[in-house]
């Protein structure tokens, strides 16, 4: 059976668990959430070598081998041997770096407008996540139209907008991961874990109604 894709990218099922996942993705949860949703997140890491060649920047030079050699005072030392190489170490950890960082704004934006109050902010935050991450395309291709083919990235947002309803926070207070979308008409909690405290109160509220106290006997 074929299932209708947003914007034809991705299915309703992945763009819930992206979102989901994405909104709840805090600083150490980046790395994890860039390998978990690899496919999706389409964030492309920028050639910084090009940049660096083209201003006219010369990379690090290092030695491509290190020998150890023992001093008169029989300490070991390691000297330097050539040939000497470009070292685009730093470089490469800006690249990554670019791409992680991308991905945590966004996620911020994901979740103030998930908890936004009203539908202008809500709008505002989804247009700050999206401009984010057009910021990036941009540095390959100047867009002015929508591109022919929508990326994930794009869908999931494009889906947010339009799910804001069912997009809800976890009615536990201590609930780590608390965006979520809303599954059945009454779902105000993220897992049956999260509601299982609220379970047990409101059936204790309600078996204390039904059971009043007696009186002690003594
Ligand atoms: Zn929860």
């Given at each position: ?21 994405w909104a709840n993705t805090r600083e150490d949860g980046v790395?994890r959430l ?70 945590r704004?966004?996620a911020e934006?994901?979740r ?64 780590t991961t608390p965006y ?39």
């Amino acid at each position: 059976m074929a299932t209708r894709k947003i914007l034809g990218v991705i299915s309703k099922q992945r763009t819930e668990r992206l979102l989901e996942d994405w909104a709840n993705t805090r600083e150490d949860g980046v790395r994890r959430l860039l390998r978990i949703h690899a496919e999706e997140i389409d964030i492309p890491k920028p050639e910084f070598k090009q940049t660096v060649r083209s201003r006219g920047f010369k990379p690090t030079m290092m030695p491509s081998t290190w020998t150890l050699v023992e001093r008169p005072d029989g300490t070991l030392v390691e000297r330097p041997e050539g040939p000497y190489v470009e070292d685009w170490t730093l470089v490469e950890c800006a690249e990554v770096l670019f791409v992680e960082d991308t991905v945590r704004r966004i996620a911020e934006f994901l979740r103030k407008a998930w908890d936004a109050p009203d539908q202008r902010r809500f709008d505002w935050y989804l247009w700050k996540a999206l401009s984010i991450a057009q910021t990036v395309w941009q540095l390959f291709e100047f867009v002015d139209d929508p591109p022919e083919r929508a990326s994930a990235v794009e869908a999931a947002i494009f889906y947010l907008r339009h799910s804001r309803r069912r997009a809800l926070h976890c009615a536990n207070p201590n609930c780590t991961t608390p965006y979520f979308f809303q599954q059945g008409k009454r779902q105000r909690f993220c897992s049956t874990i999260c509601a299982l405290p609220t379970q047990r109160e409101s059936k204790r509220k309600w078996w204390a109604k039904k059971h009043p106290p007696k009186e002690k006997k003594k």
